[in-house]
């Protein structure tokens, strides 16, 4: 079964330093996308970053980067100067099958401390 | 662009009771999704649609939920009866390409 891991359920960051989000998936697919979505307490699911896995670039929106690693399948996000509007659950999510439909990892909650 | 559309926000329901919830998909999107999210399963896709037609139903939990798209700007899901353990968000999303997808604010669904 295709798979995404977050190993991290919970992760603190203090105001203005980068915090690292971890992510690992499991596909046969080899062109594909990979997203990072952001859940605040108001619920909504906001889309953070895409990486398509053809670009050797990692994806950056503006404080909020990538670390593709295609052979290893990792996918992290890096959130530099992190803000208190930060603190949310962050979701991985792949394309099962490279179908349309997302699936979703477990997420962390990411608490950003004043 | 007022995103995707979800009613209601919050529905409160007796157990047995029929729920019906909505979702108006961006325009111009082709594909809409329903997702259910809880503490113990986080987010399960239950079914989606291309071009109104649903494509894969195979998260759909049993025959007490069904799903339909009638045409390109909305869609339900509809629960009967409604049980305590379907007590959740359910998330409508709607995407174009494999872009990603945009997500509606949810309904929280709570059945007493």
């Known amino acids: 079964a295709q798979t995404v891991t977050q190993s991290q359920p919970e992760m603190s960051v203090q105001e203005a330093e980068t915090v690292t989000l971890s992510c690992t998936y499991d596909t046969s697919e080899s062109d594909y996308y990979l997203f990072w979505y952001k859940q605040p307490p108001s619920r909504q699911m906001i889309l953070v970053i895409r990486q398509e896995a053809y670009k050797q670039q990692n994806a950056t929106e503006n404080r909020f980067s990538v670390n593709f690693q295609k052979a290893a399948k990792s996918f992290s996000l890096k959130i530099s100067d992190s803000q208190l509007g930060d603190a949310a659950m962050y979701f991985c999510?792949?394309?099962?099958?490279?179908?349309?439909?997302?699936?979703f990892g477990k997420g962390t909650k990411l608490t950003v401390n004043p | 662009d007022a995103g995707v559309i979800q009613s209601p926000r919050h529905e409160v329901t007796e157990m047995g009771q029929e729920v019906t919830l909505r979702c108006k998909p961006i325009?111009?999107?082709?594909?809409l999704f329903w997702y259910r999210q809880t503490m113990m399963r986080g987010l399960e896709l239950l079914i989606y649609?291309?071009?109104?037609?649903?494509?894969?139903d195979s998260g759909m939990p049993e025959d007490r939920f069904s799903a339909k798209m009638p045409n390109a700007s909305f869609s339900t899901l509809k629960i009967q009866p409604s049980e305590p353990r379907d007590s959740a968000v359910y998330f409508c999303?709607?995407?174009?390409?494999?872009?990603?997808?945009?997500f509606g604010s949810g309904t929280r669904l709570t059945v007493v």
């Open positions: 649609f291309n071009n109104n037609v649903p494509i894969d």
């Open positions: 999510a792949y394309p099962q099958g490279g179908s349309e439909k997302l699936v």
């Open positions: 999303a709607s995407s174009r390409t494999t872009g990603g997808y945009t």
């Open positions: 325009s111009g999107h082709n594909s």
